[in-house]
């Protein structure tokens, strides 16, 4: 199975600032008949479901505000947040779709400090 | 507008058979290249997929709990059911089921349910 893992576990950034996480898979999840890199990111808010926000490594969801972003390829990819809201307080998960088994990162805690 | 839902037992007992049911509205089981993932999630823990089915009955079950999982749909009643064998307390977690869209994606979530399992 491909194994994600995330960095930092937590961090707490202040309102306006940049939140960045990092995500890393066991192998590249870069299909290259398409050069697409399966590789999507979610946001999951305290007794919510996760909620998608980016896949293809950088393509984000419809109605997700521009603060957010995917950057990234093959095996190394990051999130950032551009300018931290109060309700972008959340666990923000990497997954990889690229095997048939998919498997989700650790997840990585965003504060506010 | 597409939903889940999912249903079943909040309790379970241990080495007893859990049995879930998640019933989607907003598509069809039968659109093409379309599926049903279930995913788990242990209190203040992170997400585990565990298996999925689409519309083609074509099936995957998580390497580390695939003695222990089978899924199966029910087109007719918009439904996917699950099924864990020999449950055990590790096992109390909140149980997502999730749309796979024609691109791979888990783009609808259900709430979730929560399942203990205790004696």
């Not at chain 1, 707490?12 to 898979?25: F, H």
């Not at chain 2, 069809?28 to 689409?54: D, T, Y």
Request: hydrophobic residues 30%.
């Amino acid at each position: 199975d491909i194994v994600m893992t995330q960095s930092p576990d937590s961090l707490a950034v202040s309102l306006g600032e940049r939140a960045t996480i990092n995500c890393k898979s066991s192998q590249s999840v870069l299909y290259s008949s398409n050069n697409k890199n399966y590789l999507a990111w979610y946001q999951q808010k305290p007794g919510q479901p996760p909620k998608l926000l980016i896949y293809w490594a950088s393509t984000r969801e419809s109605g997700v505000p521009d603060r957010f972003s995917g950057s990234g390829s093959g095996t190394d990819f990051t999130l950032t947040i551009s300018s931290l809201q109060a309700e972008d307080v959340a666990v923000y998960y990497c997954q990889q779709y690229y095997s048939t088994f998919f498997t989700f990162g650790p997840g990585t805690k965003v504060d506010i400090k | 507008q597409v939903t889940l839902k999912e249903s079943g037992p909040v309790l379970v007992k241990p080495t007893e058979t859990l049995t879930l049911t998640c019933t989607v509205s907003g598509f069809s089981l039968s659109n093409a290249r379309m599926g049903v993932s279930w995913i788990r999630q242990p209190p203040g823990k992170a997400l585990e997929w565990l298996a999925h089915i689409f519309s083609n009955d074509e099936k995957s079950y998580s390497t580390s709990l695939k003695s222990r999982l089978t899924i199966s749909k029910d087109t007719s009643k918009s439904q996917v059911v699950l099924t864990m064998t020999n449950m055990d307390p590790v096992d109390t977690a909140t149980y997502y089921c999730a749309r796979i869209d024609g691109e791979w994606l888990l783009d609808y979530w259900g709430q979730g349910t929560l399942v203990t399992v205790s004696s």
